[in-house]
Each structure stands twice: as C-alpha cells, then as structure tokens.
C-alpha cells in the first residue's frame, strides 16, 4: 500500500475556480482522514479533499460511506457499487459514476453491467422504478411499491432492500454536492463534466423569463448582503419565540411551499449522455413541485412529528441493517449543528438560525412539514436567490451552472460556501430516507 505521503500533491481544481484542501496539508487530523480515505479509495478524490474544509463531518462520510460499501452488510459488493451507479445516473454524475463503475471492477463485477442496464440481472431491473421516484419524486413512493419488490420472483429481503434505499439516498444526495460545489474530474479521467462546457460561458443558456438565481442575483445588493442577514438572525435570535397556531404555521408553511414552485430554474436542461443514459430508465422523470403534484389529497403534506428520523426512522434503519442509523444519525447532526461561529469575516456569530432554515427549506420543498418550525423564518433568512440555488442543487443539479454559483453567497468563504453544500446534501438525503423508510414501516405494519 503506498502512503498517503507518496502521492504527489497536487492543487485539484474545482470548476467553480477555487482549490480544494492539497495532499500534502499540514494539519493531522485532516492527514489521518485523508490516510483513510486512500485506504478505503486507493486515491484521495477531489471530493474527499474539498470535504476536508470540515474534518469532522467528513470524519462521519467516510465512516458511512465505508460502511455501505465496503463491510459485511446484506448486499453483495458487487450490487452496492451497481445500485451506486444507477442513482448518480439520476443526476448525471458522471463524477461518480466513474469512480464507482472502477469500483464495481475491482471488486469482481461482471464488466457486462457496465454496457448498461439491459446487461444487469432481472432482480437489480426491478429496483429501477424505485430508484427513480426516490430520486425526483419521493412522495410517491408507497408501501406497494416495498412489496413488489419483496414478493417479486426475484425477491428481495427486507434488509437488502433497506442497504438498496440508503446507498440510493447517499448517492443521489451526493451528486448534488458534486454538482453544487463544480468538482473537476480526477486527473486520470477523461471527457468528464460538471458545469458542461456550454453552460459555463454562454449566457444564453438563461431565459430571459426565469426566475432562477441567475436573474435574481442582482436582488441580493438590494435585499442588503451579509450584514443585513447577520442583523436579521441576531434579530430572531433575540427575540422572544412568536407564539403561533397550528393554522398560523400551516399557512407559513404553505407560502413557502408555494414560493418555491415559483421559482424556475434554468429553462435548458443538458442533454444526457450516452454512457450515462445507458444507466438510466425513463431519463424525462424530474423534480417536480410539490405543491404542484396531481392530487392534494390523496398525498398531504409528509408530517414530521408523525414520522421522523429521530423518533422512527433512525430504529427502523438500525433494525434492518444493523449500525448504520447511528452512522447516519452522527452525519445528520454533524451536518446540522456544525458551526464555527463566523460568517465571511464576522466572527462570534450564531448561525443556528441560518442553518435551521436551510435545512427546512430543503424539507418543505419535499413536503415534509415540522409543526414546530416558524416557516416566515425562512423568508426573513434566505434571499431569493439563495433559494433558486438551493432548489437547483437540490433538485436539478445537473443544471447548475457556474453563473448560478457565483452569484450566491458571494461574501461568504470559500469552506462556508462547502458547508452550506453539505447541508443541502443531507437535508436532501434525509428527506428521500424518510419518505423510504416509512413505506417500509407500511408495508410492514
């Protein structure tokens, strides 16, 4: 095995312009993680370094990461790293897809699967629709969906499925910090992309009647920058909790849901390529709103006092597939309360608010309601260009481009910019596995 010292440092570019954290850092913690990262990668991937701005959650990822890939778990190797390439297909990652497809080789796969999917066993077909849905539309996923799989003639458990849906979940999220923060390629790739190349300098790929972040940016200068925002969540932090109704919260919640349906993202979406449509089954199925979806009633609002991680879906996770709820419960919550108390050049400052409504902006554009949280909160907070590029990582990713990128968050660092990337990954994973894992407690109950 070759030490982590031997590999020759390098500044790995990001297309967005900025470097990632080198090889060959000073600091010992990140050393030791980047150790363990080539342990588990046999490389140290651009995404492991740009992670590395903040040791301690990318200590949780690689736990996690480690942990479905790569331990005794209810799937075979060779599946895992498949299922992997099927959900970065999703968003068109082609990042990962080429990271995982050397995986799925160096781990005994048949090089077939990788003409594609009409190459794969029947039993990994069937886990096509489910992969989709979760993908772009989880509320739709339900209990029937569960038990096709399960009572099908290429049966799967009940704890393969489980591994299936959280390495889905993980993977789809991790396309949109791919996506989110414009990582390069490894330098042994080739004809890779994140931000494509058309989109990078061509301004015409914006249309002149969206309302994606590439238009409002110029409204940040206007709604006052980072000082404003800072006066404004010193503001909620100090003043003392508005008592609301229910019916006051529902009616936040729903402005801000239907805020969000208004914002469009860019109207052209990038042509899929062949050696990633060959891992994806019906590649027109997107996002789509979900305050716009068919019918209001027969799916409500996902509550979250009803079914949440803490309370069900950690145990249910743990239950099927032993450990890895606590593993992604210290990742949720290293996501979520991770601070240091700066913001661009501010020191002492509580972001708790800031982070809280990111992270339930992210949930409300999913559905999912928490009756404890004041949604004007997330008007007060997040301008609305801040939101355009939090519903395009989050939803569209592969749509991003690198006008959307610098025109957000532009006096923030450059680690708090990765931070506020790595909220949007898990919020958005945590989303998708609540609405999996209650379809998985229905079908069981």
Not at 138 to 162: C, M, Q, V
Not at 213 to 230: F, I, K, P, T, V
Not at 285 to 307: G, L, M, N
Request: one cysteine or more; a negative charge.
């Amino acid at each position: 095995m070759i030490p982590v010292e031997d590999i020759q440092p390098r500044e790995a570019s990001v297309q967005t312009g900025f470097s990632v954290v080198p090889v060959d850092t000073e600091d010992e913690q990140t050393k030791l993680l980047f150790m363990e990262a080539f342990i588990q990668n046999n490389r140290v991937p651009n995404i492991i370094q740009l992670m590395s701005y903040h040791p301690d959650y990318l200590d949780c990822f690689l736990k996690t990461q480690h942990y479905l890939l790569h331990e005794d778990g209810p799937l075979p190797f060779d599946y895992r790293h498949y299922i992997s390439i099927m959900a970065c297909g999703r968003h068109q990652c082609s990042y990962l897809i080429k990271l995982q497809a050397q995986e799925f080789l160096l781990h005994g796969g048949n090089p077939e699967w990788l003409k594609g999917i009409d190459y794969v066993p029947q039993k990994l077909k069937d886990f096509l629709e489910i992969n989709k849905i979760l993908a772009h539309r989880p509320w739709l996923i339900t209990k029937e969906h569960i038990e096709k799989l399960i009572a099908g003639k290429n049966r799967w458990s009940l704890s393969e499925l489980t591994h299936a849906l959280i390495l889905c979940t993980h993977f789809h999220a991790l396309s949109t910090f791919v996506f989110g923060c414009g990582l390069n390629d490894e330098i042994d790739f080739q004809n890779g992309h994140t931000f494509s190349s058309n989109h990078v300098d061509n301004d015409d790929s914006y249309s002149s009647d969206s309302s994606s972040l590439s238009d409002s940016a110029n409204n940040s200068d206007e709604e006052g920058g980072l000082s404003a925002l800072m006066a404004r969540m010193k503001e909620l932090t100090e003043r003392k909790e508005e008592e609301l109704t229910i019916e006051e919260r529902l009616k936040d919640f729903a402005k801000v849901e239907s805020q969000s349906a208004e914002i469009t993202t860019s109207q052209k979406i990038p042509s899929p390529r062949a050696d990633i449509l060959r891992y994806v089954e019906d590649p027109n199925f997107t996002y789509k709103d979900f305050a716009k979806r068919d019918s209001v009633t027969e799916i409500p609002s996902f509550r979250a006092q009803d079914y949440s991680w803490e309370e069900h879906g950690f145990s249910l996770a743990n239950r099927l597939y032993n450990e890895i709820g606590t593993l992604l419960d210290d990742k949720f919550n290293m996501a979520y309360n991770l601070t240091y108390y700066t913001m661009g050049n501010n020191t002492q400052v509580d972001t708790s608010s800031f982070r809280k409504a990111i992270w339930s902006y992210i949930h409300c554009m999913y559905g999912i309601r928490h009756d404890d949280y004041n949604y004007g909160e997330v008007n007060q907070l997040l301008e609305r260009n801040l939101k355009a590029y939090i519903k395009t990582v989050t939803c569209y990713p592969e749509r991003l481009t690198k006008k959307d990128y610098d025109g957000v968050m532009k006096e923030f660092k450059h680690s708090e910019k990765v931070h506020v990337n790595l909220m949007l990954l898990e919020a958005r994973m945590q989303a998708e596995l609540l609405y999996a894992l209650r379809a998985v407690m229905k079908y069981m109950t």
